[in-house]
């Protein structure tokens, strides 16, 4: 792979994360982590200096063949997929429970998840958007339309919540999906005035110090 951007520090469990700091994926694993008080390494891996240091032989052959972020290596073994790694980090390891015990509360979790995942994040991921600006596109004005379209439904979904986060009052794997989503939305300059609910649990939620701690300007790799 090539030089690292920043020196990687050691830690006992040996857990590498390959990520980059303004990757939504890459934030909702450092949310999970940090919300279950897990030490890991931090492996910068740039998606757009030298033409994207996913894209490179050894990181496309040893770590992620999907040539995306982020990738984990734990337990002796390589993760990729931020809900695959989550879910992963909740039946391996201890802290904060990001599942509730109520199957109706944990099937709402994963419904808001999936919401996320596969209704809004990869309409406007960056190998979309730079397809979608070198056929004459504005790429800002799409994400903006698409991340739009996606919280009018999720805003919907929130009907009658009145809980300080997105499923109950303890955080759970929504609610690390959602903070990086609302990140993206401001990038875009989404007007978010429009959907109260979900910014009044994006407030609740970046004023936890985990959450500040895996925010993308407090990465060892932000610009």
Known sequence: MDEPVAKRVKTDDDIIL????????????????EMKGIKYEYEP????????????KEYVD???????????RIDG?????????????EETRG???????????RARVRMIVEIINSGI???????????????????????KQVITE???????????VDSQYCVGDKVTIADCFLVPQVYNAMRF???????????RINKNLIELEQFKSAHPSAQIDAE
């Open 150 to 160: 996606g919280f009018r439904g999720l805003e919907k979904t929130f009907n009658q």
């Open 77 to 89: 073994f390589i993760l990729t997929q931020s809900v695959a790694i989550i879910e992963y980090l």
């Open 189 to 199: 300059k989404v007007e978010m005035e429009q959907f109260p609910i979900i910014s």
């Open 18 to 33: 390959y990520s980059y700091w303004r990757s939504s994926c890459s934030y909702r694993v450092r949310i999970a982590m």
């Open 62 to 72: 040893t770590l992620n063949p999907m040539q995306q972020v982020p990738s984990v």
């Open 121 to 143: 994040q990869p309409l406007q991921n960056l190998k979309l958007l730079k397809m979608w600006e070198e056929n004459g596109g504005d790429k800002m004005e799409y994400g």
């Open 95 to 105: 802290g904060h429970k990001l599942l509730p015990a109520e199957p109706r509360d």
């Open 45 to 56: 891996v740039h998606l757009v200096k030298n033409g994207g240091m996913h894209h490179s």
